[in-house]
């Protein structure tokens, strides 16, 4: 049985290729800065948007032709288990990512949840096993359900606090289980629309309570998998807790969670949080916290998590100048996108994702190209040259006060004017790249 009986499997053919079913950039052993391509992305697929995606929207039904969908049994989710091995395998994706409620059904209870749930990762384990596929990160759902209307960890009440915990124990026995390089955190609804019905603090406190409870079951149960926090400013809610990187970095630092959790930065997000992607990396990776990537793009003119998948060089060549001179993710890239409702066939799942590599793989290499001839680096490093010596460096090193500076300003009389910070020659120069 096969899911995509006309597909075989994507090959690097290389630019001059006009096979719209092949990679044009994205050599997967091909050297870049010493290291193999797969190696600078560990690309993954997103189970919930690929496996699970319908099309539908708030104004119409579902779009999607997945002639392997039925029933929404275990039976099913087992089928839909081959499914997804069989795309990956194709696509030469070696990594995925998933929710606990995207591979399986919801019983009655939750002990019957967590049996469906075991039920498909013996599965899922089955098809690690025989493809090679690996886990980037598991997590766990906890904005679907009506139970959390009201957040999960930051709810108003307590027994659904407890339920979320409940649902993350499982779900962290099972990223284990699977060999899960990662597990995400993202709070679905942690944040509030109204702060006349809100006790901001108490849900802050809990907020972190939970995140301290799972760093110690992580512990107890020899997870070594790396954790990492998901910024997102709005939606589902007004505000939400970790808005960005800085807000999710300032988090950690108050509740004391700063050596057990990095972040997944996600490019839409950073749109919604008015930064562009690059900021994002940047500000999480000097500071220390920079793990993985939700590679997608917004549509600026929607101005919603549209979650498409990214295309834009410019995007991609940006990212990976920050991820490069950091020295690369510890993560992985994950498409958290989907194909536009309008792109309903089987097929538009490999465009997408075919798509999606070959312009992270161009920027690698543009990018590559950029930092090997120094101009960029040379230019910043001009640019703060007033810092390598004299008073600048003495200032970096301690040794000035207000005073001594305005004595130092006083004796030296009026500054000259800076340099130019020659944006449009920096812009016109990256397009050279391109
Ligand atoms: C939603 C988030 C979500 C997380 C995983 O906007 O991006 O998909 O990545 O829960
Ligand atoms: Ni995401
Ligand atoms: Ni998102």
Redesign the pocket.
């Known amino acids: 049985m096969t899911a995509f009986p006309e597909i075989e499997k994507i090959r690097y053919e290389g630019p001059d290729s006009r096979n719209p079913l092949a990679f044009r950039y994205y050599n997967p052993d091909e050297v870049v800065e010493g290291k193999p391509m797969r190696e600078h992305f560990r690309f993954s697929v997103?189970y919930?948007h690929t496996f699970r995606g319908t099309g539908s929207d708030p104004f119409g039904a579902p779009t999607m032709i997945r002639p392997w969908e039925g029933a929404d049994t275990v039976e099913n989710a087992i089928n839909r288990v081959r499914v997804a091995f069989e795309f990956m395998e194709k696509l030469g994706v070696e990594y995925y990512c998933f929710?606990d409620r995207d591979v399986a059904p919801e019983g009655k209870t939750l002990a019957e949840t967590n049996r469906n749930l075991d039920a498909v990762v013996k599965v899922l384990k089955e098809e690690q096993e025989r493809t090679g596929i690996k886990l980037l990160w598991g997590?766990a759902?906890l904005f679907s359900n009506p139970r959390y209307v009201h957040g999960a960890a930051t709810s108003c009440n307590a027994d659904v606090f407890a339920y979320a915990a409940a649902q993350v124990k499982k779900m962290l026995e099972v990223t284990h289980e699977l060999g899960g390089q990662g597990y995400?955190f993202?709070g679905?609804r942690e944040g509030y629309q109204n702060l006349y019905n809100t006790d901001m603090k108490r849900e802050l406190d809990h907020l972190a309570a939970f995140l301290h409870m799972a760093v110690d079951y992580k512990k107890k149960i020899g997870f070594e998998g790396q954790f990492y926090i998901?910024p997102?400013p709005k939606?589902p809610t007004k505000h939400q807790y970790d808005s960005d990187a800085a807000a999710c970095i300032n988090f950690l630092r108050a509740y004391d969670l700063t050596d057990d959790f990095k972040l997944?930065i996600?490019t839409n997000?950073a749109t919604l949080a008015g930064h562009e992607m690059m900021h994002e990396i940047e500000y999480a990776a000097h500071q220390g916290f920079l793990g993985s990537i939700?590679a997608n793009t917004g549509d600026l003119l929607l101005g919603w998590?549209t979650d498409q998948f990214p295309t834009n060089i410019y995007l991609t060549t940006q990212c990976m100048l920050v991820i490069l001179k950091y020295g690369g993710l510890a993560g992985g890239i994950n498409f958290?996108a989907k194909v536009r409702r309008e792109s309903f066939e089987p097929v538009d799942l490999f465009h997408a994702h075919i798509g999606g590599m070959d312009a992270f793989a161009r920027g690698l290499k543009i990018a590559a190209a950029i930092r090997a001839d120094g101009v960029l680096d040379q230019f910043v490093k001009e640019r703060y040259s007033s810092w390598d010596t004299g008073i600048g460096a003495e200032i970096e090193a301690g040794k000035h006060t207000l005073e001594s500076l305005a004595q130092y300003i006083m004796e030296k009389g009026d500054i000259e004017p800076n340099r130019s910070g020659r944006q449009e020659y920096l812009e016109n120069l990256i397009n050279m790249y391109l």
């Open positions: 997103a919930w929710h997590t759902n995400v993202w679905g998901e997102k939606e997944n996600e997000h939700d998590d958290d």
